[in-house]
């Protein structure tokens, strides 16, 4: 079965730090894949997305993620995290074969920065 | 910034009782979602809806799980007969088309 995985379940930075948030996913094919982002008490917001070209992506906020074929990987990327970047990020990846609609959803990174 | 509302936030029911979620997508969108996440699982979807009708379904949106979109604005999730297991945030969203979507703010369902 497809997923999506990310390994780590919270990090904890001071300002300025450079952040990784690693994502990886089991399935070949045409992918799709996504980075969401949900601050204390709000919804999920698209921080950015991959369909296909230019495999570095950028999105709102500084964030960009690298799209990796070869190791399956979609990892999160910041050069330097702010105190309002605490929250909680989601890898996911469209369903190969799905609706536009059908993702999977890793278990979610909360990310802790320390003023 | 068009945004998707939930209401309510946050709904009690006994067992055995029907829900009814509300969702109201972004009002140039034509496809819509429901999701779930149990407390500390994934957000796992349930449902695709388009052109009045549901295009997908995961194994999870058994015949107790019904939506509907009543009028031009509402797009509905009905719970039967609610089981503790149903107890979950249940997220709506909606995309013009392209796979992803916009995502409310998650209606927080307890089931007791």
């Known amino acids: 079965a497809q997923s999506v995985s990310q390994h780590n379940h919270h990090v904890i930075l001071s300002e300025a730090a450079s952040l990784e948030l690693g994502c990886n996913y089991s399935?070949?094919?045409?992918?799709?894949l996504f980075w969401y982002v949900q601050y204390p008490g709000q919804h999920l917001q698209l921080l950015l997305k991959?369909?296909?070209?230019?495999?570095l992506v950028k999105g709102i906020k500084g964030f960009e993620a690298e799209f990796i074929k070869s190791k399956f990987s979609f990892n999160l990327r910041k050069p330097s995290v702010q105190w309002s970047d605490t929250a909680e990020y989601f890898c996911?990846?469209?369903?190969?074969?799905?609706?536009?609609?059908?993702?999977?959803f890793g278990k979610g990174t909360k990310l802790s920065v320390k003023p | 910034e068009p945004e998707v509302t939930q209401t309510p936030s946050h709904q009690v029911t006994q067992m055995g009782q029907e829900v009814i979620l509300r969702c109201v997508p972004i009002s140039n969108h034509l496809y819509f979602y429901w999701y779930r996440q149990i407390l500390g699982q994934k957000v796992e979807f349930l449902v695709s809806?388009?052109?009045?009708?549901?295009?997908?379904k995961s194994e999870i949106f058994d015949d107790q799980f019904s939506v509907e979109r009543p009028d031009g604005s509402n797009f509905t999730l009905k719970i039967r007969s609610t089981k503790l297991e149903d107890s979950a945030m249940y997220f709506c969203?909606?995309?013009?088309?392209?796979?992803?979507?916009?995502f409310g703010p998650g209606t927080r369902l307890t089931v007791l």
């Open positions: 969203a909606s995309s013009g088309g392209a796979p992803g979507g916009f």
């Open positions: 809806f388009y052109n009045n009708e549901i295009s997908e």
């Open positions: 991959y369909f296909s070209g230019d495999p």
């Open positions: 996911a990846g469209k369903n190969y074969g799905g609706s536009q609609g059908n993702l999977i």
């Open positions: 399935y070949g094919g045409t992918v799709n």
